[in-house]
């Protein structure tokens, strides 16, 4: 079963714009949750975390935002850049340490 | 500070082979963990190490097999090779236990099985 899910495959948006990438996790254990971006041929980067007791976390232009009650997360990035393009994976946690379940990502596109 | 490296980047074996990926973990990192990225999936946890003491594992059988060493780097093993091994294998390492959760990947390991 699939603990963590990304609904949407692709996004596209306009430089300068929000980009807003959802994910989605049934597991209640699950006490941390992380954003990675992916570029093609390089590995996951680290990109901002939340833990659950938790409802928002800022860096830059990257906000995480966590809906414990709906099991749901979302990662806004305010504004988009062309650089932003790339694969984004939403992980989540269960202790420290710990596995990273991983959904199946979301490709977004930053348009000029 | 040095991040996690990976070696072979690129590897093409024929089905029934042995394969073997190495795994520098960054600096103070003690904890790695091998994931596999099949194309168009999220990476899926194949197991942890920690202590060279195997510390977690995914659903991977048997054949898949790893080590840790006194330097913290790793190594991956998969015996029996079958077609479906064909992926991108990632090696993450993390800071000791109860020093925070984020994982930091390397670039993987391209495994093409024919």
């Known amino acids: 079963d699939q603990q963590v899910k990304q609904n949407s495959p692709s996004l596209s948006v306009q430089e300068g714009r929000i980009s807003i990438l959802n994910c989605d996790y049934t597991?209640?254990?699950?006490?941390?949750f992380l954003w990675y971006k992916k570029y093609p041929a390089e590995g996951p980067t680290f990109l901002i975390s939340i833990s659950s007791i938790k409802d928002k976390n800022e860096d830059g232009r990257f906000t995480v935002f966590l809906n414990k009650s709906a099991k749901h997360l979302s990662l806004h990035i305010v504004p988009s850049q062309p650089g932003d393009s790339a694969v984004y994976f939403c992980?989540?946690?269960?202790?420290?340490?710990?596995?990273?379940?991983f959904g199946t990502g979301t490709r977004l596109q930053v348009t000029l | 500070e040095t991040g996690v490296t990976q070696s072979p980047t690129h590897l093409i074996k024929t089905r029934g082979q042995q394969v073997t990926l190495r795994c520098s973990s960054q600096s103070g990192h003690n904890t790695v963990s091998w994931y596999q990225q099949a194309l168009g999936q999220g990476p899926q946890f194949i197991f942890q190490y920690y202590r060279e003491e195997e510390n977690g594992r995914g659903n991977f059988p048997p054949r898949f097999s790893g080590l840790q060493f006194p330097n913290y780097s790793s190594e991956l093993n998969v015996n029996a090779l079958e077609l479906d091994d064909s992926a991108l294998y990632l090696c993450a390492s993390s800071r000791p236990q109860g020093m925070g959760y984020e994982q930091y990947f390397g670039p993987g390991t391209r495994l093409t099985v024919t």
């Open positions: 597991n209640s254990m699950f006490d941390y």
């Open positions: 992980a989540a946690s269960a202790g420290t340490a710990s596995k990273l379940t």
